[in-house]
């Protein structure tokens, strides 16, 4: 089986999780596999939590790329990943594993997925998912205060500490390296149309 590669590029609240779900929402059960970089976020246990919470998370050196790339791999050729589950509230990996099967199409989501030299070598075809960034803040307020258990002035202090700047200097660069723009992310039904079209080729030319 040859599998596709797709990498969903963004920034934090740009909808690329949103488009990511939704192709493989699209696509038959069974023919997608989904990959989150979020997943890799190193395992800092030696830290106390408080200390945890001070990290910088959205600096590259914060994930697991290489474990990634590795389980990239290993879905291309044919073998399943055990990727590591990640628990946003206590900045902490699970001590169990989620089981990834290997598919016609593997989607690979995240905000520096374009980022990694390593990782874009792996990528069919690379989007990046453009969102004006007012629209962006709203979002990652909402997400991290209803989802992740953050109030509302840690989320502002790790905005301006540490989002926005490593936004500016590795994410938005990233863009450069993007086969596919999609500007609104999951609200562009033409891009996901057009990128659902591709894949389901894909998927019938393997069956």
């Known amino acids: 089986m040859t599998t596709l590669v797709v990498g969903i590029a963004g920034a934090t609240g740009s909808g690329k999780t949103t488009v ?41 050196d914060s994930l697991e790329t290489s474990l990634m790339v590795e389980h990239i791999q290993s879905l291309r050729e044919g073998k399943a990943a055990g990727v590591p589950i990640y628990d946003f509230t206590t900045h902490r990996r699970r001590p169990d594993v989620q089981r990834i099967e290997p598919a016609a199409v593997l989607v690979v989501e995240g905000i520096l ?6 990782v874009r070598e792996m990528l069919d075809i690379k989007v990046f998912v453009d969102t004006d960034a007012d629209i962006r803040v709203f979002r990652r307020i909402r997400r991290d205060i209803e989802q992740r258990g953050r109030s509302f002035a840690a989320v502002r202090k790790q905005y301006y500490s540490t989002v926005r700047p490593m936004h500016l200097q590795f994410v938005e660069p990233s863009k450069r390296w993007a086969d596919v723009i999609v500007p609104e992310g999951g609200r562009n039904q033409v891009a996901l149309d057009l990128l659902v079209a591709r894949l389901r080729t894909v998927i019938t030319e393997e069956t």
């Open 113 to 118: 997925v374009l980022a990694d030299a390593a």
């Open 20 to 60: 990511a779900r939704r192709l493989t929402e699209a696509l038959p059960r069974g023919s997608v596999a989904l990959l989150q970089h979020d997943s890799y976020y190193r395992d800092r246990s030696d830290l106390t939590y408080e200390a945890r919470c001070e990290l910088n998370f959205d600096h590259p």
